[in-house]
């Protein structure tokens, strides 16, 4: 958002992938919307975010929906097999497991660390369960949700580990050998 601030000061042309699209309940979608405004260039995930962006007062021609770019980096990865997976992660995974990865909401006040205990309760009570945990992005009452990670594994190292990022490789192979993904991210 600030490049983005200071390169129409400059007078440098942005092009701006992934515009259009909404994120509920998050300052994300502000910004998103902001950088749309300060952008030349417009590359959308799908034709209902590009109609987004046109309503936003952008022209049609310069608005293109070219997919989720992301997902030909997605296709074209190797993936961890499982023994090289766990290797990678300094983590045994069980029968049963689950990455969990919950990101304060940011618009809403004093809510997240009542959610996320709800949560840690839940995940607390099923035997067997290995859970990877991935932290907050810094958003408001991100550091209390890191805590509370952190006490849980803590407190369940045999059957618990966090990161701060696993990266792609790591996070993409991750999903092929979990049970379930839990949490409010858009990643999972």
Known sequence: FVAAGAATVAKV??????????????FDESFRHSITKMSHLHFT???????RVIQLGEQPDYVFNVGAIGIDNIVRLK????DAFQKAI????GNKNILVTFHPVSLENATAQDQFQVLLDILAEVEGLHIIFTKTNADTNGRIINAMIDRFVSDNPDRSVCFISMGQLRYLSALQF???????SSSG
């Open 13 to 26: 042309p942005i092009a701006h992938l992934h515009g259009g699209e909404t994120t509920e309940g998050a």
């Open 45 to 51: 995930a799908t034709e209902e975010y590009r109609n």
């Open 79 to 82: 993936l961890l097999d499982r």
């Open 90 to 93: 300094g983590f045994e995974l």
């Open 178 to 184: 979990m049970d379930g993904v839990v949490g409010n």
